[in-house]
């Protein structure tokens, strides 16, 4: 199986909205990105210069005024400051922004290694990058290839249509993170007793309503390691 990165293009320019309405799932992705980014509002000083890397159209939040970047103009187009182009390879010079955010599982879509290695080069010395993906760690992927590995491609459901994506190890993107001069400063996992509740109901919907015990099973390493989601906040040296 091969990401596709004209059908990745295709299927978001034919959807209305990247967060929709009736997916708790995801609605609850986004609800905690955004708790996560407004935590750190510590390293929102002095009008920083933010790229919103894989953007979607979204802010998660922020009031700031940030440089929008996504594969198709659709949903970042109504903002001053956007570009369209892949993550992997993105029109700016070295050292351009003061932080970067790559979140939604944009790396789970792209070869993280390129993806991490273009976000440290535009990020300027002491910038920081807000980084969330999907693990192969998820219990979701439990007896199936994908299970554990450092990078794998899986078949899941969105929209409910197929997708085809990566899911990468924490150890797999704290090595490139490391290779590419990026320190991880914190990590928060989510989708922690949802994702073994997934894992039985196969209803995306029914198995958010655990998700509110993710603050308690967070501090239980077995099952915090099988979270479907990390976040991360890191450093560039």
């Given at each position: ?36 980014i407004a935590s750190k509002h510590?390293i929102f000083i002095d009008n ?177 390691h099988r979270s479907h989601n ?8």
């Open positions: 199986m091969k990401l596709n990165p004209s059908q990745i293009k295709e299927f978001y320019e034919s959807q209305e909205s990247i967060w929709p309405e009736d997916d708790n799932w995801h609605l609850h992705t986004k609800k905690e990105i955004e708790k996560y510590n920083p210069h933010i790229l919103n890397a894989g953007s979607g159209g979204n802010t998660y939040g922020l009031k700031y005024d940030m440089h929008h970047l996504d594969i198709t103009d659709k949903f970042i187009s109504k903002f001053a400051k956007y570009s369209v182009a892949s993550v992997e390879n993105m029109p700016f010079a070295a050292s351009s922004f003061d932080i970067a955010i790559c979140v939604g599982s944009v790396i789970n879509y792209c070869d993280a290694s390129i993806c991490i290695s273009e976000l440290s080069r535009i990020l300027k010395p002491g910038g920081y990058l807000l980084l969330e993906f999907e693990s192969s760690w998820s219990i979701d992927f439990f007896n199936s290839d994908a299970y554990k590995e450092s990078a794998a491609v899986i078949k899941t459901k969105y929209f409910n249509e197929e997708h085809i994506l990566w899911v990468y190890s924490m150890n797999y993107i704290t090595e490139i993170l490391k290779s590419c001069g990026l320190q991880s400063l914190q990590t928060k996992r989510f989708h922690i007793l949802s994702n073994f509740f997934y894992k039985l109901l196969k209803n995306e919907n029914s198995a958010t309503k655990f998700a509110i015990a993710d603050s308690l099973f967070q501090y239980i390493p077995f099952l915090a990390i976040i991360m906040l890191c450093r560039k040296h």
